[in-house]
């Protein structure tokens, strides 16, 4: 069901991201937008554009999971008229398909939203890995 308000679309987006962790890109998919300008810079690198260049991989990436959890420290988060963003950290616990320990990956995670049709749609997700911070 589409995200009417803010709030849903952010907790759809934390079940959609666990769900992707056990291998169901289902969730994700149905937040993002359909729209040729979609994108997506996700965590196992390169970058999409359009629909139908995300969808696909958002499969690709999905298929790599065979379990984890999820953790999500929102640390801004901005509702406009049409559009809203929210930056975070991701601190997932991974096991990928075929090794039988889980990994920890921390994520540093830029979501867009926009409104279509009265609903709250995911236009981007940039995801990378946490480095350490080097002192000033």
Not at 66 to 89: C, H, N, Q, T
Not at 108 to 114: A, K, L, N, P
Request: no cysteine; hydrophobic share 40%; glycine share 10%.
């Amino acid at each position: 069901m589409p995200a009417k308000t803010w709030e849903e679309a952010q907790l759809q987006g934390a079940i959609a991201n666990r769900n992707l962790l056990q291998g169901d890109s289902t969730d994700l998919k149905n937040l993002y937008s359909h729209s040729d300008d979609v994108t997506v810079f996700g965590g196992f690198g390169g970058n999409e554009r359009g629909w139908k260049e995300v969808g696909p991989r958002l499969d690709w990436a999905a298929a790599h999971f065979a379990g984890g959890s999820f953790e999500r420290e929102i640390l801004s988060a901005v509702e406009g008229a049409d559009l809203a963003y929210i930056v975070s950290i991701e601190t997932n616990r991974v096991r990928e398909i075929g090794k039988s320990v889980e990994d920890l990956l921390v994520l540093r995670v830029t979501e867009i939203f926009r409104r279509e049709d009265g609903a709250w749609r995911l236009m981007h997700r940039h995801a990378d890995p946490q480095v350490n911070k080097i002192p000033g």
